[in-house]
């Protein structure tokens, strides 16, 4: 296990994970809720690169866009949250 400070709360832990155990129910729940948004509008995570469609599922989700672009980012590069 590793030191880690989590990119979500800012609070230092140790684990396997990027991100604190409380942080990772959190995500948990707004992955789920992306995904239904991504599958409901026919959307694919390598869409995001143009602007509409970031800004429209952050309107739609709720989601941040500082946690919407690290979901992105994990999602394309394979790196697990």
Do not use: W
């Amino acid at each position: 296990m590793d030191l880690k400070k989590c990119p979500r709360c800012g609070e230092f832990h140790l684990s396997n994970i990027n991100v604190c155990e409380m942080c990772g129910k959190k995500d948990m729940q707004e992955l789920m809720k992306l995904n239904e948004y991504l599958e409901s509008n026919g959307i694919s995570y390598n869409k995001f690169d143009n602007k509409e469609i970031f800004e429209n599922a952050i309107l739609e989700t709720g989601l941040s866009s500082q946690n919407l672009e690290r979901y992105i980012n994990s999602y394309l590069t394979g790196y697990e949250l």
